[in-house]
């Protein structure tokens, strides 16, 4: 049987989720015979040309050359993944789509006119059509395992739309705004972290996206309740999905709360 051929493809991002999948290691191993790596600088500086059965891409689009090279990847691609907050909703670095990015660059480089760069950092689906997303920061290896071994059945991928909160109860982990009056997005936050944050105490962070239909009102009325300020509920809905439309209506509604 042919292998396909897996591509790997960043943008601007931090690596987290292509380091994913090298920490994958033992899982790999039933895969190695399905899949022939055509692309993956992180892992290798060694490329093959495409087309290519499966992207994965990370990074969000930040600049003219960005947008050129994704169009590119998605024409070689039958099938084109986003891995990450970054690749599915600007990132953290979406936050200069709030302010002015000329102002940060005359700050931050000895030379701006160097430095080529769009205003706003989007996500991939807002330039390319893509098939499927992997959420978090960074994905779950888990969930990373399951779409390759799904694309090679042909069948999706089961990616779960509920929320944290349901994984803190099948874990058995005490619920943290209950308990302590810790603030949490788990209510209104996507399932496929295994609720990590929750189990060690700490209030969810929001990092795998909305959830599917997530009640917003009732979830920054718990955090004006339980003691963040205006200030701290736009920025806990903006750290890492500024481009998700149900988390940036949160971050509005919790500036006017």
């Known amino acids: 049987m042919d292998k396909l051929k897996l591509a790997v493809w960043k943008f601007a991002s931090c690596d987290g989720c292509q380091l994913t999948l090298l920490d994958c290691e033992d899982e790999l191993l039933p895969l190695a015979g399905r899949y022939d790596i055509a692309h993956f600088l992180e892992a290798s500086s060694a490329t093959v040309a495409g087309p290519y059965d499966v992207s994965l891409v990370e990074g969000s689009v930040t600049t003219e050359a960005d947008v050129r090279r994704i169009e590119r990847i998605r024409e070689q691609s039958a099938t084109l993944v986003t891995i990450g907050a970054c690749a599915n909703a600007g990132g953290v670095q979406a936050l200069r789509n709030l302010a002015d990015v000329e102002q940060f660059r005359s700050i931050v480089y000895a030379k701006p006119g160097y430095v080529e760069t769009l205003a706003r950092s989007t996500p991939i689906s ?52 209950v308990a302590h009056g810790t603030p949490c997005l788990g209510p209104v936050t996507r399932a496929g972290c295994g609720a990590l944050c929750p189990a060690y105490g700490r209030g969810c962070y929001g990092c795998f996206g909305p959830m599917a239909q997530p009640n917003t009102d009732a979830i920054v009325a718990s955090l004006r309740e339980h003691g963040m300020s205006p200030q701290d509920v736009a920025r806990v809905f903006r750290t890492y999905h500024v481009a998700r439309p149900e988390f940036q209506a949160a971050a509005e509604q919790g500036e006017r709360a």
């Open 126 to 177: 807002a330039h390319v059509r893509v098939d499927l997303e992997l959420p978090g920061c960074p994905i779950d290896r888990g969930q990373l395992i399951d779409l390759l071994t799904a694309v090679l059945m042909g069948r999706r991928p089961n990616l779960p739309v509920h929320s944290v909160c349901q994984e803190c109860k099948v874990r058995g982990t005490t619920c943290v705004t």
